[in-house]
């Protein structure tokens, strides 16, 4: 209460800390773009429920993968070697907001129903840097 | 609610043996076992008034949280929302004590977590909620930040600690990629919940409403 003045006036320390926070999230942001585009297209989807893998599909084959557990469905569609959620019973439905998928290392999540759909590499596994010579479509 | 309020009509009047107020006499703290009748009246009154006002805190900012729940504001990524109910949490730490922040904060997230809300939801707004909670009140105590800053801080905390919790619930260190974005959100929707909590704070502080 004795302190309601103090709050009104955003002092420098206020908006030095704003910008220090904002300018090294938008920094790493810029990396991230830039590794982003650097990453290869993958060639597995592997689909994790709650830990535990659920199922790996390929993604040169064009398929429609339904995930049921106890947690709730998930519709998921390989498409031309792209992956995208195309429905799920969630409240809220971020993950088919997440768009489409394809390159090592991209995700799809659905928090709700703690669902993990990410892209990765047959031979090496999805946490090694990306070969993009590697990669013949 | 406002039953409550008229149910004492001797609200106003002085305590013939007492000094009609006390300063920073809040009406909570005090002995009832030594006072006299009249001054056990009086801060059983200030105690409902007390009740009341926290009671339409929390009121309040389950509006908000349902009034956010309703505006499509949604980039794909789980939490970055507006965060209209941290506006409760930032400006109520500068008129309110911090325990009585922390429990409108937790009786908000637990009502609207079981009136509108799955069973995970209410785990991941519980982390944001308390952490964001420690961080403001730190910055407030110790950084003598302004509710600006305390607010930028509160919401990337919120983020962060929202995001930590999706990392145990999901079982994978891998979604340490969206702190980046996370944290850019985080600061920006902080820092408009704090520009409104600095402009609505000399409003709500006004004594009229709180003695």
Known sequence: MEKAGQSRSVKKRDILLFLSIFLAGIAALLIQILVASLKAPGDILKITVDGTVWGEYALDENTVISVETELGMNRLVIADGKVFMEEADCPDHDCIRQGEIGKNGDMIICLPHRLLAEIEQKDGGGDREPIPDAVVQ | ?211
């Open chain 2, 1 to 211: 609610m406002n039953n409550t309020r008229n149910n004492n009509p001797q609200d106003n009047k002085p305590c013939a043996d007492m000094p009609a107020k006390r300063p920073g006499d809040s009406g909570l703290q005090g002995s009832p076992g030594r006072v006299s009748d009249c001054r056990r009246q009086k801060s059983a009154a200030a105690l409902a008034r007390k009740t009341a006002y926290l009671g339409m805190l929390t009121a309040l900012s389950m509006i908000f949280s349902y009034v956010e729940a309703l505006i499509p504001f949604n980039f794909g990524i789980p939490g970055i929302k507006l965060g209209l109910a941290n506006l409760m949490a930032a400006a109520g730490l500068w008129i309110l004590a911090p325990a009585q922040v922390f429990a409108v904060s937790m009786l908000r997230i637990l009502l609207t977590g079981f009136l509108f809300g799955s069973g995970v939801s209410i785990i991941y707004s519980l982390a944001g909620g308390v952490v964001s909670f420690a961080v403001m009140l730190l910055l407030k105590r110790f950084g003598s930040f302004s509710v600006f800053g305390a607010s930028v801080a509160g919401g990337v905390s919120h983020n962060a600690a929202q995001l930590s919790a999706a990392i145990l619930i999901m079982g994978t260190w891998k979604l340490v990629w969206y702190l980046p974005v996370l944290t850019v959100a985080g600061s920006l929707t902080g820092a408009l919940i704090g520009i409104a909590a600095a402009r609505v704070l000399p409003v709500i502080s006004r004594k009229s409403l709180l003695e």
